[in-house]
């Protein structure tokens, strides 16, 4: 697989729309867009290989599930994980000749993922350092009164930090990453230390973005039950993801009844019949009122 000059123009217009603020900033860009698994299923269809694209993203998203930018604070880059990393990973695949589904071709993706995803932190920074300069620009408008100037703050010149550090790298790195990667193919053969470890650590990198996930929404030693439930049906009755949400999904439509039914139950008369709740000795009409 070899990767065009169009195509890899392509995968960094998506890298700069990751976090623009013109697609709907955080929400549609980095959220959405730049998600590995939405960014697989982009890569496949550029790139013409839209079942290897899409394993790619899942193998990825599975690493970065519960990746969170709290602050500003960011351990890796999503848009060069996407639009770098999964464009590199279909070429190492398809090199190897690797079958996409394979765990094999999974691990190997989540290494390269991993490898791009903290390089493209630099990139992130770059971009954002570069915006403070706009910023500044901003300042000055505010400070003269021309808030009609504030437009291009926003919409306009941070496309000329994108397009230095998202647009240009993206694009360059996979071109060239491309050709790069394909002639490692006789430098580091499947059976060699190399693609061992990176299948190894590529196989362990899964539990890291799991445990993340747990840390963040696991309260109570009860809540882990249902996370040992799928995986018990997965493991046990070899169900797929989509076959264990839809269970998951009955058991949470079932305990959503009896919570509302338990809320939904008034007091309790003589008869077991629900009815009002009688007056103490001693209670004051004009008190209640009060």
Known sequence: ?????????????????CSNSCMAGQAVGNYTIGRPLVGGLVCGIVLGNLKLGIACGVAMQLVYIA??????????????????????????ITSQG?????????????????????????????????????????????????????????????????????????????????????ALRNALPMDGIAM?????????????GIAILLRQIVNHAADFIPFFVGFTLAASL?????????????FAVIMYEVEMSKGSQGPQG????SGPVPEAAGTDSEEEDI
């Not at 890899?8 to 217009?13: D, E, F, K, P, S």
């Not at 709290?70 to 990973?89: C, E, F, M, Q």
């Open 67 to 92: 990746l969170v930018t709290p602050g500003g604070t960011v351990s890796a880059d999503v848009r060069a994980i996407s639009y770098i990393g999964i464009p590199l990973a279909m070429v190492a």
């Open 98 to 182: 690797l079958n996409p589904l394979a765990g094999s071709a999974a691990n190997l993706a989540k290494s390269i993922g991993t490898l791009v995803g903290t390089v493209g932190t630099v990139l992130y920074y770059a971009v954002a350092t570069m915006n403070l300069v706009w910023q500044s620009f901003g300042w000055k408008d505010v400070h003269k009164g021309k808030l009609d100037k504030l437009t291009a703050v926003n919409f306009g010149w941070p496309w000329i930090s994108h397009a230095i550090f998202s647009f240009l790298p993206t694009m360059i790195l996979t071109y060239y990453g491309a050709t790069a990667v394909t």
């Open 270 to 273: 003589p008869q077991g019949k």
């Open 238 to 250: 070899h169900l797929n993801l989509v076959s264990v949400t839809v269970v998951s999904l009955l």
């Open 196 to 208: 061992k470890t990176l299948f190894t650590v590529g196989g362990m990198l899964p539990c890291v």
């Open 1 to 17: 697989m070899t990767i065009s000059w169009i195509q890899a123009a392509i995968l960094g217009l998506f890298a700069c729309l």
